[in-house]
C-alpha cells in the first residue's frame, strides 16, 4: 500500500499508559508512521526537522518522544496531566497521519539523528546489568543475558531466579523496564528468549 492511500484509509489510534512508568505513554496507530529503525528526541531541539517531532513537543507537558514504525512512545512532565494530554497527543498524531508528510525526513536519517547504534546500546544495557541487576539478584541464582539488540528491540534470557516467588518476580519485572528506560530510551520493546521448557522461571515475559 503507497503512502498516499495510507493516508486516507481510517486512522486508528490506541494509548497504554506504563505500568512501570506512569509518566510514560505509548500510542500505537494502525498505519506505519516511519520505516527503519527508532528516532528518540530528547528535547524539543533534538526534534527539529522531524515534522511529526515537531508537531507534539509544539504540546505543553511533553518531556521527550521515541518514534519506531506504528508506535510513539511519548514521556510527560510531572505536573502535566494524562487526561489532558492524551486527547491532544492523539489529535496531533491523527493530523500528521491524514497530512501525508513524513514523519521523519530523509534528510534527518542521512545526518543519523537516530543517535546510537544497537551495538553501542547493547554496551550501556551489559554495563547496566554487570554494575546493577545481576549483582542484586545473584543472590536468588539469578541472571539475565543479552542476546541482541536490534531495531529498537533488547532480546534477553533469564537464568536461574526466583522460582516460587511471584510478587518478587513482578518487583523485578517493573524494576528492569523502568532502569532500562533511564539507560536505553530507545528500546521500545524487551523480550525474553528464556527456554521455559527448560524449567526456567523469568521474571520479565515478553510484551508485545
Excluded at 519506531?68 to 497521519?97: C, F, M, Q, V, Y
Excluded at 544495557?125 to 543475558?145: C, P, T, W
Excluded at 523496564?177 to 536505553?184: D, L, N, P
Amino acid at each position: 500500500m503507497s503512502d498516499a492511500i495510507a493516508a486516507r484509509q481510517p486512522v486508528t489510534i490506541r494509548c497504554e499508559t506504563s505500568l512501570a512508568d506512569p509518566d510514560t505513554c505509548k500510542f500505537s496507530t494502525s498505519q506505519i508512521l516511519y520505516h527503519g529503525a527508532p528516532f528518540f528526541f530528547s528535547n524539543k531541539e533534538n526534534a527539529i526537522g522531524s515534522p511529526l517531532g515537531e508537531r507534539l513537543f509544539a504540546l505543553s507537558g511533553v518531556l521527550n518522544v521515541l518514534i519506531a514504525e506504528n508506535i510513539i512512545t511519548i514521556s510527560k512532565e510531572a505536573d502535566a496531566k494524562w487526561s489532558e494530554l492524551k486527547p491532544r497527543i492523539g489529535k496531533a498524531i491523527r493530523s500528521h497521519l491524514l497530512s501525508g508528510i513524513p514523519a521523519i525526513l530523509e534528510m534527518e536519517v542521512n545526518t543519523n539523528m537516530q543517535g546510537r547504534s544497537d551495538a553501542e546500546l547493547g554496551v550501556v544495557i551489559q554495563q547496566l546489568l554487570d554494575k546493577e541487576v545481576n549483582r542484586s539478584i545473584a543472590n536468588h541464582g539469578g541472571k539475565i543475558s543479552i542476546i541482541e539488540v536490534r531495531l529498537g528491540k533488547l532480546f534477553i534470557a533469564m537464568g536461574g531466579g526466583c522460582q516460587g516467588c511471584s510478587s518478587s518476580q513482578m518487583t523485578l519485572r517493573q524494576g528492569l523496564e523502568v532502569m532500562v528506560k533511564k539507560v536505553a530510551p530507545e528500546i521500545v520493546e524487551i523480550v525474553d528468549m528464556t527456554d521455559h521448557t527448560a524449567g526456567a522461571n523469568p521474571f520479565y515475559q515478553s510484551h508485545k
